[in-house]
């Protein structure tokens, strides 16, 4: 059973820094890809990074470049989000997500999310 546990969040002034983990398990997570999500009150989910499974690729939302950096530990099951010079805009809930393909189709997966606020 595909398990995905968020943690790290808090409440952080403009321009500090947080990093959020996810711990994974039920699955070979090495053999995976894994993404960030983020969701304030009221807006959609966005996309804010996604990493390959060897972690030798990675992609950012715009709006998080240059500021946000994510990683991944394949032997602690583990990928992380690195966020640093946090501005207000920032504040939501984060959730990591893998999916995978089986014969029903695309299934994904979440994590209960943990919510960042930046504020002074």
């Known amino acids: 059973q595909v398990q995905l546990v968020e943690s790290g969040g808090g409440l952080m002034q403009p321009g500090g820094s947080l990093r959020l983990s996810c711990v994974a398990s039920g699955f070979t997570f090495s053999n995976y890809g894994m993404k960030w999500y983020r969701q304030a009150p009221g807006k959609e989910r966005e996309l804010v990074a996604f990493i390959s499974n060897t972690g030798s690729s990675t992609d950012y939302a715009d709006s998080v470049k240059g500021r946000f950096s994510i990683y991944r530990d394949n032997a602690k099951n583990t990928v992380y989000l690195q966020m640093n010079s946090l501005k207000p805009e920032d504040t939501a809930t984060y959730f990591c997500?893998?999916?995978?393909?089986?014969?029903?189709?695309?299934?994904?997966?979440w994590g209960q999310g943990t919510q960042v606020t930046v504020s002074s």
């Open positions: 997500n893998t999916w995978q393909f089986r014969s029903g189709g695309r299934a994904d997966y």
